[in-house]
């Protein structure tokens, strides 16, 4: 059994169907099997916990007079997280950006003469992402 696996993936069998055969189902199994799984557990956990926080909310707001109040501060402080969070990912995003840049920058200087300029993009889209967190966005409330 094994030497039909060795067979099938023989450098010199290398145009044969073996290989073919073996990538068509890695393909299948990736973007047929995984992927979808992966999606559809995603959405049922985002969708599951979106329930339970109207429900909370409802139930606080049900509660009592100070319910209602209790359920807006609770809203707008989710919502300042949920700000504040994205606004920490768009930095760690820019930071991740210019060193991506700068090593591009470098690895192409050592290569080649003029190839660093191909690294300056990401490290001007990173850039950008900082001068937006840092000066152009709206303050957190």
């Given at each position: 059994?094994?030497?039909?696996?060795?067979?099938?993936?023989?450098?010199?069998?290398?145009?044969?169907?073996?290989?073919?055969?073996?990538?068509?189902?890695?393909?299948?199994?990736?973007?047929?099997?995984?992927l979808p799984t992966v999606t559809w557990i995603d959405k049922q956990h985002k969708?599951?916990?979106?329930?339970?926080?109207?429900?909370?909310?409802?139930?606080?707001?049900?509660?009592?007079?100070?319910?209602?109040?209790?359920?807006?501060?609770?809203?707008?402080?989710q919502s300042r997280l949920e700000q504040q969070r994205k606004r920490e990912g768009m930095k760690i995003g820019g930071l991740i950006c210019i060193g991506v840049g700068a090593a591009t920058c470098l690895l192409f200087w050592s290569q080649h003469d003029q190839g660093f300029l191909i690294g300056l993009t990401p490290a001007f889209v990173g850039a950008a992402l900082l001068i937006y967190v840092y000066l152009l966005a709206a303050p957190l409330e």
């Amino acid at each position: 059994m094994t030497s039909l696996a060795l067979l099938l993936f023989d450098p010199e069998f290398i145009g044969g169907p073996g290989m073919w055969i073996f990538l068509s189902i890695g393909a299948f199994s990736l973007f047929g099997i995984f992927l979808p799984t992966v999606t559809w557990i995603d959405k049922q956990h985002k969708e599951r916990s979106a329930f339970y926080k109207a429900e909370t909310i409802r139930r606080i707001a049900e509660a009592s007079g100070e319910g209602v109040k209790a359920a807006m501060d609770l809203l707008q402080q989710q919502s300042r997280l949920e700000q504040q969070r994205k606004r920490e990912g768009m930095k760690i995003g820019g930071l991740i950006c210019i060193g991506v840049g700068a090593a591009t920058c470098l690895l192409f200087w050592s290569q080649h003469d003029q190839g660093f300029l191909i690294g300056l993009t990401p490290a001007f889209v990173g850039a950008a992402l900082l001068i937006y967190v840092y000066l152009l966005a709206a303050p957190l409330e």
